[in-house]
């Protein structure tokens, strides 16, 4: 009877407690979930509903804004937090003087490297890290210039030109510039170089260089020395004889493979065979019989009156002396009687028409 009744609700009482239990431990949340670049407290394997964890923003990560809470609702479902967290940034120089910088880009975690142009070293670190404070962990390096030391000097030769610093060295790109002594003969480059190694460009030779006694020339002479031999860019001077023109050079000089650079050559008079003719000499008409023993000299022209076929004008044709080789031209004929005309007394046949 009633006992029975009082056991009975009993027992459901307790069952009701284990099923809300139950009900109860079924609505925990999980871990909260993971923002970047920030991390959550407290840490617990379960958050019952209304637990909350608080978010903050890592070291070198900088709050950008949004709610850093986050709760645990009844349903067992966080309310999640909106906070944002962004890397800091470290101030850049944006160049490096004779150098380059490369880099993705400038926030915490971040590397920038350094390096020089060819020529220059580098003096520092060859890279720095954007560190959590905003702040590079290495400071800017410097592109200093490759040095060389004293340049070398040829033997028989010597510096034209040389300028180092105060320290007595000379950098990268400088020049020096080299002459050789009296007589000898310079190989090579007459200047050298400072180089991104740090050494010298080749320097040039100094050699002794001579020549044998230069060969006469044909119908002519020249200015010579007593000795037989000739040094690197001594000369001679040469000349011709009477009525020959000189061809070339007159000066020759011992060079650098000890050889006399071009000689010149005398080029021969002309005789002109025909005497009895007018022509243009110089510009101006002129009978062959005026013109000195008749002769003419090389390179020298003579234009001839040729009459036309009906002789009614004259055409004018050049014939010029080449090395003592003359020809009058083949349509020049010479006057056979007294009163034949002179064809230089003709009309040109150009103005004629």
């Excluded at 459901?12 to 970047?36: D, F």
């Excluded at 991390?39 to 850093?68: I, M």
């Excluded at 022209?301 to 040729?306: K, R």
Aim: charged share 20%.
């Amino acid at each position: 009877g009633r006992a029975g009744r009082n056991m009975l609700h009993s027992l459901i009482v307790i069952w009701a407690l284990v099923l809300l239990r139950c009900a109860t431990a079924t609505k925990v949340c999980p871990r909260p979930q993971e923002i970047q670049g920030a991390l959550y407290k407290p840490e617990k394997l379960v958050y019952e509903p209304s637990n909350f964890v608080v978010y903050s923003c890592l070291p070198g990560f900088v709050r950008q804004g949004g709610y850093n809470r986050a709760v645990c609702s009844s349903a067992g479902i966080w309310i999640h937090a909106s906070l944002s967290c962004a890397r800091r940034q470290c101030s850049l120089s944006d160049t490096l003087e004779n150098g380059d910088i490369t880099y993705e880009n400038n926030k915490f975690q971040n590397v920038v490297r350094f390096s020089c142009k060819e020529g220059f070293v580098l003096i520092g670190a060859n890279s720095s890290t954007c560190n959590e404070s905003g702040k590079w962990n290495e400071s800017l390096p410097t592109c200093q210039s490759m040095t060389c030391p004293q340049p070398p000097v040829p033997a028989f030769g010597q510096l034209s030109y040389y300028r180092p610093d105060e320290r007595n060295v000379s950098k990268y790109q400088d020049m020096v510039k080299y002459e050789c002594h009296s007589n000898y003969a310079m190989f090579g480059n007459d200047t050298a170089t400072c180089t991104a190694s740090g050494n010298w460009s080749q320097a040039p030779e100094c050699r002794d260089v001579t020549c044998d006694r230069p060969p006469e020339i044909q119908n002519g002479f020249m200015s010579v020395l007593l000795h037989q031999r000739y040094h690197y860019k001594e000369t001679v001077t040469y000349g011709c004889k009477p009525n020959y023109v000189l061809d070339g050079p007159r000066v020759s000089f011992c060079n650098l493979t000890g050889e006399w650079t071009i000689r010149p050559k005398c080029r021969a008079p002309c005789k002109v065979n025909i005497k009895k003719a007018t022509v243009l000499y110089n510009g101006r008409k002129t009978k062959v019989d005026d013109i000195a023993h008749g002769m003419i000299q090389h390179g020298d022209t003579l234009t001839y009156y040729c009459k036309d076929s009906k002789e009614k004008c004259s055409h004018l044709t050049d014939s010029q002396c080449q090395d003592g080789v003359f020809a009058v031209p083949s349509c020049y004929k010479e006057p056979k009687w007294l009163w034949s005309k002179e064809p230089s007394n003709l009309p040109v046949c150009s103005e004629a028409s």
